[in-house]
C-alpha cells in the first residue's frame, strides 16, 4: 500500500516490476512466462510430440526455451477458423559473453564480451554489473547421466566497465566514442585477489565439495589455474576460475559439470516505479519485455474464466519471439517457421481431412498484433519527431506506419485495431518517422510477408530505448494490457463486419 500522500500503484504497473525483476535474460523471461501460464491453468506441450487438442483447451510450448507460444481454443472453433494473435520479443541490446572469455591484462581479470543488437553502449559504462543466462549442466542421477539446461543468475555485482578519467581524456566530454573491442571489456578481479584465492583454496586441500576434483600444482604460477572444464593447462582455459565456481555455487554443481553457458551482462539496479508521481517505470529491456509482459497477462485474463472462451469461435495466441534485435533469422526467431508451424498444426489437430484448405482460409481470417515499443516524444530533442506524429507517454499505444513497409500496418489493419480500442474507451496515436531520418523495423513486416497474415504494428512510448536503464510511463502498460486483452474478446464479432476481398 502506499504511504500517505504518495500516489497508488496499479496492480497492473506492480505486476509487470516483478515480470521484469524476474526476467533478465531472455530465457528467464520465457521461464517467467511458463510459470504463468501454467498457473493459470495452460498445458506445455512439445514440437517433438503429436498434439491432442481440443476446443477449450489452453496450450503452450518453447523453442530453444527463449521464445513462446501460448493459445487457448475458443469452444466453437472449428478448422478454418482465424487466430487473433499478439507477438512481441523476448531479446534486448546486451553484451554476451564470449567463448572464451577470459581475458588477464594490465593486472586484471577481464571478461570478453560482445555486444548484441544496436545498444546504447555508452551507458553500460560505471554501471554494477552482474551476469545471468543458460548453463549446460552435466548430472548424474542414480548412475544415468542427462545435460540439462539450468538458468542461472547473480544477484550480487561482479562486474564494471570504468571510463577513463577526464583527467587523462580531457575532449571526452565533446563525444564520448566506445571502441567496442578494447573499451567494452569488464573488470571482474585483480590478479593478485584472484591469486590469494586460489592459494587460499589450495591451503584448504579443496575439502569444498565444488572443488574436490580439483588440483594446483605447488609451483603453478598465478593465472595459471587448471581447466576444471577440460582439464588442462591456463592456455586452454576458456573461462575465469572465479568466475565458474561462482557459478556452479549458484546451480548446484561441481564447476567441472559445467558443460558451456550463454551468459550476459545485467544490471543490478531493479526495475522500479519512479517518478515524483509514480507515473514512470524505470528498467532495463522495457524494449521489448513491456509488450511480452502485457501480451502475456492479456492473453492469460483473456482466458481465465468458465465463460472466457464458451462463445469464440477462434484461437487466442501470443508468441514472444527471440533475436528480434538482430535481425529475427534464427531457429528461433520471427523469420522461422514457428508461427506457421504453429498455426498449421492447431488447424491440423481439430481438421478431419489432410486438406490444406482449411489453413489456408483460417490465415485469411486471422489478424497479428505486432508490440514492440514506440519512441516517446523527447522534451529535449524534439525535432527528432515528425511534426503531426508525436506520441506522448499516458496517451496509450502507438500505431506505426511506414510506406516503404517497415511497418506492416495499413488502413484496414489500424481500422480494426484502433476501432477495438475506441469501443472499450482506450486512446490510441499515430507514428510515422520523419521523411529525412530512416524508419526502425521489427517483427511485424516478416511475419506479415512470411505468414501472408493480416498485420498491424503498435507499441507503447519509451524514451532512452536501447539504453541499459530506460524509461515508460506506467498509464501505458495499463493501457496496453486491457487493449491487448480487448483485442483477444472483440476480434473474431468484429472481424465479421469488415469487407474488404468480396
Known amino acids: 500500500m ?97 567463448p572464451s572469455s577470459k581475458v588477464t591484462k594490465g593486472g586484471f581479470l577481464e571478461i570478453g564480451v560482445q555486444p548484441y543488437g544496436g545498444g546504447l553502449w555508452h551507458t553500460w559504462f560505471d554501471r ?41 581524456d580531457r575532449a571526452v566530454n565533446d563525444g ?40 594446483v600444482d605447488a609451483d603453478q604460477k598465478p593465472g595459471q ?12 582455459m576458456q573461462h575465469h576460475l572465479l568466475l565458474l565456481k561462482l557459478i556452479a555455487s549458484k546451480i548446484g554443481c561441481k564447476p567441472e559439470e559445467i558443460c558451456d553457458f550463454e551468459l550476459q551482462l545485467c544490471d543490478t539496479q531493479p526495475s522500479v516505479i519512479a517518478g515524483i508521481a509514480k507515473e514512470f517505470i524505470f528498467s532495463g529491456r522495457l524494449d521489448n519485455l513491456c509488450m511480452s509482459f502485457c501480451a502475456l497477462k492479456a492473453l492469460v485474463d483473456a482466458t481465465t474464466s468458465e465463460e472466457s472462451l464458451q462463445d469464440e469461435p477462434g484461437v487466442r495466441m501470443i508468441a514472444l519471439f527471440d533475436h528480434e534485435e538482430v535481425g529475427s533469422a534464427s531457429a528461433q526467431g520471427a523469420g522461422s517457421p514457428v508461427m506457421f508451424d504453429a498455426l498449421a498444426r492447431v488447424t491440423s489437430s481439430l ?19 505486432s508490440a514492440d515499443m514506440a519512441h516517446s516524444l523527447h522534451p529535449n530533442y524534439m525535432d527528432k519527431h515528425e511534426q503531426n506524429h508525436q506520441p506522448q507517454m499516458h496517451k496509450g499505444l502507438v ?23 475506441k469501443k472499450n474507451k482506450l486512446p490510441t496515436q499515430e507514428f510515422v518517422v520523419r521523411n529525412d531520418m530512416p524508419c526502425g523495423s521489427t517483427v511485424g513486416p516478416i511475419l506479415a510477408s512470411g505468414v501472408g497474415i493480416r498485420t498491424v504494428d503498435v507499441g507503447a512510448p519509451q524514451l532512452s530505448m536501447h539504453s541499459i536503464r530506460e524509461m515508460c510511463g506506467v498509464d501505458d502498460v495499463v493501457y496496453s494490457h486491457l487493449h491487448f486483452k480487448a483485442f483477444f474478446e472483440d476480434y473474431a464479432e468484429f472481424d465479421k463486419q469488415i469487407k474488404v476481398d468480396c
Open 399 to 421: 500505431i506505426k506506419f511506414n510506406a516503404n513497409q517497415r511497418y506492416a500496418t495499413n488502413a484496414v489493419t489500424s481500422f480494426i485495431f484502433r476501432e477495438i480500442g
Open 2 to 98: 502506499a504511504k500517505q500522500g504518495e500516489a497508488e500503484v496499479h496492480p497492473v504497473a506492480a505486476e509487470f516490476i516483478d515480470f521484469l525483476n524476474a526476467s533478465p535474460t531472455a530465457f528467464h523471461a520465457v521461464g517467467e512466462a511458463k510459470r504463468q501460464l501454467k498457473q493459470a491453468g495452460y498445458e506445455q506441450i512439445s514440437e517433438r510430440e503429436d498434439w491432442t487438442l481440443e476446443p477449450g483447451g489452453k496450450y503452450f510450448f518453447t523453442r530453444n526455451h527463449s521464445t513462446i507460444v501460448a493459445f487457448a481454443i475458443g469452444h466453437k472453433y472449428t478448422a478454418g477458423n482465424g487466430f487473433g494473435i499478439v507477438c512481441a520479443h523476448t531479446d534486448s541490446p546486451c553484451l554476451k559473453l564470449k
Open 176 to 215: 564520448f566514442k566506445v571502441d567496442k573491442q578494447a573499451h567494452l571489456v569488464p573488470v571482474l578481479a585483480t590478479a593478485v585477489k584472484a591469486e590469494v584465492n586460489r592459494l587460499a583454496v589450495a591451503n584448504d586441500k579443496f575439502t569444498s565439495e565444488s572443488n574436490e576434483d580439483v588440483h
Open 128 to 168: 554494477d554489473l552482474t551476469v545471468a543466462g543458460r548453463v549446460m549442466v552435466k548430472r548424474n542421477v542414480d548412475g544415468a547421466v542427462s545435460y540439462t539446461h539450468e538458468l542461472v543468475t547473480i544477484q550480487e555485482p561482479i562486474l564494471r566497465i570504468p571510463t577513463l578519467a577526464i583527467h587523462l
Open 351 to 369: 481438421s478431419a481431412s489432410d486438406s490444406k484448405v482449411p489453413l489456408e482460409k483460417a490465415i485469411q481470417k486471422s489478424f497479428l498484433v
Open 225 to 236: 589455474e587448471k581447466n576444471i572444464v577440460e582439464g588442462g593447462d591456463s592456455e586452454s
